[in-house]
């Protein structure tokens, strides 16, 4: 097929749908593309079905749009198509109409999310299509989606993360402001990403100095808090973001000894820390012991090893983002 058909067939597309004939054209379109498949002309059926989710997108037949669009990254999946600049270009180019779609949209960028995992062999797949899609779920408002990208995102999602899990806070009215620094934070380290933890704080924070001068008082005048985070602060009535600064000046000085001082510091911070975090407490607890072990050396037996916790830690959420006045839960 030529590129004069591929446009014939895009001609008889736009007829169809200018004249309301939305199904038939997408069904017409649909069988070329499988016959174009069994005559192995997989790059045709691609720019096809890419092309002519694209002009749906015009019409707001979401449905028909994600049909369309799985049926592309499927063909992906099955010619195994690498992972490249243009492969993503036509799935982020989609993305951006079809993300007002809610109920169709998880499902496309789950397949793209599967596809980047197969096709590059690794457990979380590509980190730019999780800080995409972390970044629309965040225009849209849907908090608890992003976070999940921006957790295992690019060197960017960090800092992205923290700005909108403040956000995140300001829209809930949380009375500590710590349980959600503490979503990003925690789980970064849990990963065994220092920096990303890092970032995450400092954006955060950065917005709390910010917007409430008056609650935040710098501290880094003590020699004793010299640390990688820069300015280190006390923040008036939300002793969870304390807790969270304290958490990453304690593990910059850990050197994976059980029996270290700082080793104790964090035995004391989890004393004095972890049941604050009420509906919470044991979902922190079960990241605070794969800190104890990846930076303090604290072996701690459990059920479950630590890649099973970290992935159910990470399992989408069975509840929408933020509806009410209060934090939902950690996982």
Request: hydrophobic fraction near 40%; proline fraction near 3%; charged fraction near 20%.
């Amino acid at each position: 097929m030529a590129t004069s058909r591929i446009e014939r067939f895009m001609s008889n597309l736009r007829e169809n749908l200018v004249d309301g004939n939305y199904y038939e054209g997408h069904q017409e379109l649909r069988a070329i593309a499988i016959r174009l498949v069994k005559q192995k002309k997989h790059q045709r059926a691609i720019q096809l079905l890419y092309l002519g989710a694209l002009e749906l997108c015009q019409y707001n037949q979401w449905g028909s749009v994600a049909d369309l669009t799985t049926f592309m990254i499927n063909i992906y999946v099955e010619e195994k198509v690498p992972v490249t600049d243009e492969s993503k270009e036509r799935i982020y180019e989609i993305f951006e109409r079809l993300s007002q779609a809610t109920e169709y949209y998880p499902r496309v960028y789950e397949a793209a999310i599967q596809w980047t995992i197969g096709a590059m062999g690794n457990p979380v797949g590509d980190t730019q299509l999780h800080h995409f899609v972390g970044s629309i779920m965040r225009q849209k408002m849907r908090f608890q989606e992003a976070e999940q990208h921006f957790i295992v995102g690019t060197p960017e999602s960090p800092s992205a993360l923290g700005n909108m899990l403040f956000d995140w806070a300001e829209r809930t009215g949380a009375s500590d402001y710590g349980l959600f620094v503490a979503r990003g934070v925690l789980k970064y380290l849990a990963m065994g990403w220092y920096e990303a933890a890092c970032l995450c704080w400092k954006a955060f924070i950065a917005r709390m100095v910010q917007d409430y001068p008056n609650s935040v008082v710098e501290r880094t005048g003590n020699q004793a808090l010299q640390s990688k985070l820069g300015t280190v602060y006390y923040v008036n009535d939300h002793e969870l973001i304390n807790f969270v600064q304290l958490l990453l000046l304690t593990v910059e000085r850990a050197d994976k000894s059980p029996s270290s001082a700082s080793a104790r510091i964090y035995g004391q911070l989890r004393q004095q820390y972890e049941s604050r975090f009420g509906i919470n407490s044991n979902t922190v607890h079960s990241i605070l012991d794969i800190i104890a072990e990846k930076y303090f050396g604290v072996v701690i037996q459990r059920q479950q090893s630590i890649m099973d916790i970290v992935n159910n830690l990470f399992a989408p959420p069975s509840r929408p983002a933020v509806t009410g006045a209060t934090a939902e839960d950690m996982d």
